[in-house]
């Protein structure tokens, strides 16, 4: 099972971590792993890219548990709201998504949120 922690704080998403494997499948053929997979590095690639924010992650080759904090989400370290706004949003959504994944499999996904 694919477990995924949301970081929030203050109600603000900004970060997640990610750990397990869905084994929903043979690798290769598990498509909960790559959709986690893929929504993953898109969430990180627009975060770098598309909002031009730094974002700290770690993708652990051996067990593929992934931790990424995306602090330009929080007022303290952006002080450009419309960034926070869109970088925080970015995260909810992978969140929403993957709440909305649980319907069909959540034998394969553990999705939680806390608050630091």
Not at 3 to 15: A, E, L, N, Q
Not at 80 to 104: C, H, N, P, R, W
């Amino acid at each position: 099972m694919v477990k995924i922690t949301f970081f929030k704080r203050d109600g603000v998403y900004y970060g997640f971590r990610e750990t397990g494997h869905a084994e929903f499948d043979d690798a290769g053929k598990d498509i909960v792993c790559a959709a986690v997979s893929a929504m993953t590095m898109l969430v990180i690639n627009a975060i770098e890219v598309s909002y031009a924010s730094d974002v700290e992650y770690s993708i652990d080759e051996d067990t593929a548990d992934v931790e990424v904090r995306a602090f330009g989400a929080l007022p303290d370290y952006q002080s450009d709201g419309s960034k926070q706004y869109a970088i925080s949003g970015l995260i909810q959504a992978y969140f929403l998504q993957l709440v909305d994944m649980l319907e069909d499999y959540e034998d394969y996904l553990d999705v939680s949120e806390v608050e630091e």
